[in-house]
């Protein structure tokens, strides 16, 4: 009897994770819980059928865990080698499925089963990385597939009812109306109706987002739980602490790294945030910063808590992982967090007027500015609803600052551009203002392209909605730039209400809207429409992975009622009210890079330009760099989807690409489906467009608006989220204040301490990268696919990637490329492929994983 060696690769469920090492909890018990006749794999030929059932392939004997392997693999720490050994059937000739079944009482994460030395067939990988539950969970066997690619029609017959029964029990068959378990693996569709808790009070009531033309929104996952019964529209909350045990199929759930990272990060970030809530309260003026200096000292590391019974109790009542995350190595607690980027090398560069120009271009939010093609700047408002909307600032106010042109030459030289936040913010004005402690600003900056390459700021427009009324249009205030007396200290707050309403819509829209929230109805799709066998489907979903998770998590604590967004963000309960209307402005086509910056009037097609785009503005490192990444993107993708598809009919009569495509557009975005702006997906020219800008959304445009946050907002000032009072007037208290000690009334304008401390403790947590990350051009499996033109294509995508990064640090290094670096000496980073662990400041991770 000819036996036939295999390696398996998995890790058994960790459920400690309270900061213990890993690898000791893991192999302590392994192998004595899954070896003998517990865990059994059988071998299911691809081309000789069962006797007993002729629309499936021949199923070999079954095999056992044998064997545990001690020995240095190599692997992450949790997992474990096990050896298995198939007594060979002639008659299975080509293997091309596994059956896996799990007779012990937990499930356990399976990545790879290898056979080495298959007869007339050598080696044969099964990729699973999967967790796999007892059988009694399962009405069918678990199914796993060689990593061959196969279109739909090119399956192997014997194997085409198993790629279909997986497709169904994915799309929840049987399970349509049930509350969905953690051994479910059904993806579904939900309407994001499990944001309010009306039940709570009126107060904590919030609308039902998707599914109506008033609240249109991308669907996410569906977790199955019951309505409330007060109001059978809104689904029910678990408790706020209990966010990870919201549902979301099991393979979309952190690994046991990730997770490790995410709750060690948590408890290290929200301790700080407690350290800081304390010093607070025992401070001066407990909800205010006193000076910068009282900013800075968040990271300078000089503050002991004083001695007190209170202190005293509260450290005997802390566990431990807490008390140390908060205390020094002489045991006294401090409140001290990592120094962000802005303030590294220069702690009042931030303050300048180059630096705010600059990060427009290279900060957290490059992606809002835009070239000014008309002036006065106009507004697209509805003059019957919101009146004159028109811009106050006039051709006087700038001409002396354009090097000698009027504003029509600056306009036809392409050298004036905009941060316009006017018409986004105009019709919530009143609402914000008037029910919540913020007190914002519509606000239209204008900025001079210098011949050094640099921006400068000429004028920034406050707007109000008119008192009596919004049919009377705005009541406009302008202010110009100023360095010293009372006239520098009213142009700084101008410049912070800018910062503002910018760090809304980058933090609400450009982030969870346009990267998060969207990117969902693509995971559930994908996974419900496109086998694992589908070429699409290996191409995309490393791009999906922890998406589902993050964005659960992101229902539970940062949408909800008081939730992050609503405490940290100007906007508060009117938060996921702005995001569904500015959902109505959200073409997927867009999104793309070239196409983003052409209609934003940044760049022009130019056959002659690097990568076929001519920038206004050479020296715009977010366009430079990403015009280099898309192209990478963009060319592995058309190399790898060629290899597939030799023809547009090839693309059109795929039934799983088209059955994909049409639930992404009819039900996935489904509150966008007669929008005329979607592909057809009837070429190849369609699919490879189309998964670029998945990709690029999923990878490079979260990044861009992520990992940087902490660098740029991580010091209050550079970047406040809250406005809490109105630019002050002549003659008022607020006014003297200003005359007095700018610095006390300038942060009395913005974000309390308790305010900046919650908002600094989460961007630390969701700025850091995890060490199980996996970044751009890189798979976790090498042999995700036995198919060589795709894996040569990959290779050379990960070359080129790394070509990318080596041209960014050559740029950076470029002093005549003053955007590169800018006043605060701060490289531009955050579109360099690669990154360790941490906070880095760059770093491209595959998925939207934070």
């Known amino acids: 009897m000819v036996k036939v060696k295999g390696i398996v690769v998995l890790q058994k469920k960790n459920s400690l994770l309270d900061f213990k090492d890993l690898s000791s909890s893991f ?60 007594e060979w059937d002639e008659e299975i000739a080509v293997p091309g499925a596994l059956i896996v079944k ?80 953690e051994s479910d693996r059904v993806y579904d569709y939900a309407l994001y109706n499990d944001l309010g808790e009306p039940e709570k ?17 991308p669907r996410r996952g569906r977790t199955g739980r019951p309505p409330l019964k007060t109001d ?29 990272d995410f709750l060690g990060d948590s408890v290290k970030s929200l301790s700080q945030g407690f350290a800081g809530l304390v010093r607070a309260v025992l401070d001066k003026t407990p909800k205010e910063f006193d000076s910068f200096q009282d900013v800075l000292d968040m990271f300078e590391g000089g503050i002991k808590l004083p001695e007190s019974p209170f202190l005293d109790q509260l450290r005997e009542s802390l566990p431990s992982q807490f008390l140390k995350a908060i205390t020094r190595n002489d045991g006294a607690p401090i409140l001290k967090y990592p120094t962000p980027g802005i303030i590294k090398e220069d702690k009042s560069a931030w303050s300048t007027d180059e630096e705010f120009a600059r990060e ?43 090097d ?37 600003y519509a606000t239209r900056t204008i900025l001079f392209l210098k011949d050094d390459g640099t921006l400068k700021p000429l004028v920034i427009e406050l707007s109000l909605p008119h008192p009596d009324g919004d049919q009377f249009g705005a009541v406009n205030e302008v202010y110009t730039p100023a360095n010293d007396g009372i006239e520098g200290s009213i142009w700084q707050l101008a410049k912070a209400y800018v910062a503002v309403t910018d760090a809304g819509y980058h933090q609400l829209i450009s982030h969870w809207l346009h990267t998060h929230a969207v990117i969902e109805p693509f995971v559930i799709a994908s996974n419900r429409q496109l086998s694992v066998l ?48 500015l959902y109505k402005d959200w073409v997927f086509t867009d999104q793309a890079l070239p196409r983003d910056l052409v209609k934003r009037g940044m760049a022009v097609k130019d056959s002659e330009s690097p990568h076929g785009y001519k920038l206004h503005i050479k020296d715009y490192p977010y366009a430079v760099d990403g015009l280099e990444v898309w192209s990478a993107i963009e060319t592995w993708v058309q190399e790898y989807c060629s290899s597939y598809y030799e023809s547009d009919d090839m693309v059109a009569t795929d039934p799983e690409l088209q059955l994909w495509w049409k639930e992404i557009r009819e039900v996935g975005h489904g509150d966008k489906k007669d929008e005329d702006w979607w592909p057809s997906m009837t070429t190849l020219k369609d699919l490879t467009e189309t998964c670029t800008t998945i990709i690029w959304l999923a990878s490079a445009v979260h990044a861009a608006v992520n990992f940087g946050q902490y660098t740029y907002a991580g010091y209050v000032p550079n970047r406040p989220t809250i406005s809490r009072r109105f630019m002050p007037k002549p003659n008022t208290p607020e006014y003297e204040e200003i005359k007095e000690n700018f610095e006390l009334a300038f942060l009395k304008t913005i974000m309390s301490q308790n305010q900046a401390l919650v908002g600094v403790s ?9 060490s199980d990350e996996v970044y751009l051009g890189q798979r976790d499996i090498d042999e995700w696919t036995t198919d060589p033109t795709p894996l040569e294509a990959f290779k050379k995508f990960g070359q080129t990637l790394v070509e990318v990064e080596d041209k960014i640090v050559e740029r950076n290094n470029e002093e005549s490329l003053k955007n590169r670096v800018g006043p605060a000496k701060l490289p531009y980073t955050l579109l360099y492929p690669s990154s360790g662990v941490g906070i880095t400041g760059k770093g491209i991770p595959n998925s939207i994983s934070t």
């Not at 809104?234 to 990730?258: A, T």
């Not at 949408?559 to 906007?571: D, K």
């Open 404 to 440: 000698g042109l009027s504003v029509q030459e600056a306009i036809e030289s392409n050298r004036l551009f905009i941060l316009d936040h006017h018409d986004t913010m105009m019709p919530y004005l009143r609402m914000i203002n008037t029910n919540t402690p913020s007190k914002v």
């Open 232 to 260: 059978p529209a809104i689904e029910s909350r678990l408790p706020l602490l209990k966010g990870l045990d919201i549902y979301v199929p099991r393979d979309e759930q952190f690994g046991n790294l990730k997770m490790a």
């Open 201 to 217: 009070g009126p107060e904590y009531a919030r609308p039902v987002f998707g599914g109506s033309t008033e609240y249109p929104y």
């Open 360 to 402: 427009m271009l290279a900060g957290i939010h490059p992606l809002a500015i835009r070239r000014l093609e008309e002036f006065p700047p106009v507004s697209k408002l509805d003059p019957s609803a919101y009146g004159n909307q028109r811009s106050s600032i006039t051709e006087d106010i700038m001409e002396e600052k354009l």
């Open 534 to 581: 589908h070429p699409v489907h290996k191409l995309l979903h490393p791009h999906f992975r922890d998406t589902m998770r993050i964005n659960s998590i992101a229902r539970q604590t940062a949408l909800n009622p008081n939730g992050l967004f609503e405490q940290a963000v100007f906007l508060r309960q009117y938060s996921a009210v702005w995001s569904s209307k």
């Open 27 to 86: 192999l302590d018990g392994v192998h004595e819980i899954l070896l003998g006749k517990k865990v059994s794999f059988q071998l299911v030929s691809a081309v000789n059928a069962d006797p007993a059932n002729n629309l499936k392939g021949k199923r070999g004997k079954p095999s056992y865990l044998k064997d545990w392997n001690t020995k240095s693999t190599g692997l992450a720490v949790e997992e474990a080698v096990f050896n298995v050994t198939f």
């Open 762 to 770: 989460v961007i630390e947590l969701i700025s850091s990268h995890s």
């Open 102 to 181: 799990n007779e012990h009482h937990s499930e356990f994460f399976l990545k790879t089963v290898t056979l080495e030395d298959v007869p007339d067939h050598g080696k044969v990988l099964f990729v699973c990385n999967s967790w796999v539950y007892p059988t009694q969970y399962y009405e069918k066997d678990r199914v796993f597939f060689t990593n061959k690619t196969y279109l739909p029609h090119q399956t192997p017959a014997l194997l085409s009812t198993y790629r279909e029964e997986e497709l169904e029990i994915l799309r929840g068959k049987g399970k349509e109306n049930a509350m969905l378990k």
